[in-house]
Nanobody
């Protein structure tokens, strides 16, 4: 059984920054892709950013240039650096990854951005 634990969320003002962390209870060294999703209130969950084993990355258009995804395999941790936050970024952010055929989600961390 794998556990993913997100942390780093909080209440910030527009233009501020946060760094989210996702700590895994198992090695992430062999995971080809893992990512961050978010779910704003009243909306469906969406993929925000993903990162491959070779460190190549994907970002949804709304966060390009502001967010940076990274992973530290030695620490079994994935990060999402969020800069220049906007009220539209307000959501619960979730970590997601697959070990073999099993898909895992973290419990989520709340990010709230005030105007």
């Amino acid at each position: 059984q794998v556990q993913l634990v997100e942390s780093g969320g909080g209440l910030v003002q527009a233009g501020d920054s946060l760094r989210l962390s996702c700590a895994a209870s198992r090695s992430i060294f062999s995971i080809n892709v893992m990512g961050w999703y978010r779910q704003p209130p009243g909306k469906q969950r969406e993929l925000v950013a993903a990162i491959n084993r070779d460190r190549s990355s994907y970002y949804t258009d709304s966060v390009k240039g502001r967010f940076t995804i990274s992973r530290d395999n030695a620490k079994n941790t994935m990060y999402l650096q969020m800069n220049n936050l906007k009220p539209e970024d307000t959501a619960v952010y979730y970590c997601n990854a697959n070990w073999g055929s099993e898909n895992y989600w973290g419990q989520g961390t709340q990010v709230t951005v005030s105007s």
